[in-house]
Every structure is written in C-alpha cells, then in structure tokens.
C-alpha cells in the first residue's frame, strides 16, 4: 500500500522506474518484496542481481518469506544475456539491480561508467516501452546524495525514487521525486524488521 501510493497509485505497464539510495538501505530487500507480491498474484516476475548470488537471495527470500512458482531471480551483469532472457519468456515485472553492475558487451568501457550506464538504461527503456513490462533499475547514490550515473537518465525514465534512513533506526522513507504518473508530494514509510 505504501509503494503503490508513492507511485501514485500502483505499478504502470511498460513504466521505468529508477530507486536510488544508500548502499545497505533497504533497496534491495523492498524490491524482492515487491517482486513477491506481484508473483504471489499470479505474475510472472526476474529479479536480476549484479551484486549479490542467488544464495545470498536466498537466504533473503526465505526470511522475507518472498517464494512463489512465479519469482526467477539470476545473477548477470551481461545485458545481451539479460535481453535474451527477456526475449525466451514473458515477464509481468522486472527488477535490475544494481543498473552500475550492467554491461553491454560492445561498449568498450567498464561496468559503472557513464557511458555503460547511459546504454544500458537506454536498452532498458527500449525493452519497458516495446513489452509492457514495468522495469526497476536500482542505484546507488552519490556522496551528495544524488543517484549516481548521467544526469540524463532522470529524463529517460518516468520514475525517480528515493529509499531515505539512518541505518541505524527501523524506518525508511520512500518518496518521489520524479513521477510521470503521479503525485510527487507522497511518501511511503517502511519498517524494516
């Protein structure tokens, strides 16, 4: 209810949506959950790790008691690999986490550069508009507290969310910045437990 009211709403078809925060925040587990409850209703969700196993997602899923018939999850970071997945079997939903962690294996520069990041998302974006199905890139944010990579994505995409807290206390917020199907004036508060 609290993610579905900061998106103004719920999840749009063949939306892309940027969530940015600290590294340990949360950002990982409120997409699993996410994913969870969508596969729960019946759709089919990937979840794409660049940064953790599939055993540390686990671990995670089991404690978030987030398992379904419905919910794929892999570790890949080659975004031609990512697409062919895409293009063998429908998904409802889709969640790639981290978008720093995505290569194209044609682009000369490293994983995390800008320009990586720019073909990726681009790539993303192509993908979300053409199938219908809604995308979550997650970030990370810089020393300012702005979501890393080029400044361009924030146009690319249709939302830009930010997962805020002292890691120290159990609340998080989460508010837009950027919505192109809602309000930016709401934010949803989580309890991590």
Request: glycine share 10%.
């Amino acid at each position: 209810t609290e993610f579905d009211r900061v998106l103004g709403g719920g999840i749009v078809d063949g939306s892309l949506i940027r969530m940015g925060g600290d590294p340990g925040i949360g950002k990982s587990t409120l997409k699993l959950q996410v994913l969870a409850t969508l596969s729960k209703s019946k759709k089919k969700c990937l979840y794409v790790s660049g940064e953790e196993s599939i055993l540390q997602l686990s671990m995670r899923g089991k404690r978030l008691d987030s398992g379904s018939d419905s919910l794929f999850i892999v570790a890949e970071t080659d975004l031609d690999s990512i697409l062919s997945m895409v293009e063998k079997q429908h998904y409802d939903a889709m969640v790639i986490d981290s978008i720093q962690t995505v290569f194209h294996p044609d682009v000369s520069s490293t994983p995390g550069s800008v320009t990586q990041i720019r073909e990726a998302s681009m790539q993303f974006m192509r993908l979300a508009k053409t199938t219908g199905i809604p995308i979550f890139l997650v970030g990370h944010v810089t020393k300012v507290g702005a979501i890393a990579g080029p400044r361009i994505m924030e146009h690319m995409v249709d939302t830009v969310l930010y997962f805020e807290g002292d890691k120290s206390h159990i609340f998080r917020i989460l508010r837009a910045v950027k919505n192109r199907f809602g309000s930016t004036n709401e934010i949803g508060v989580f309890e991590m437990r």
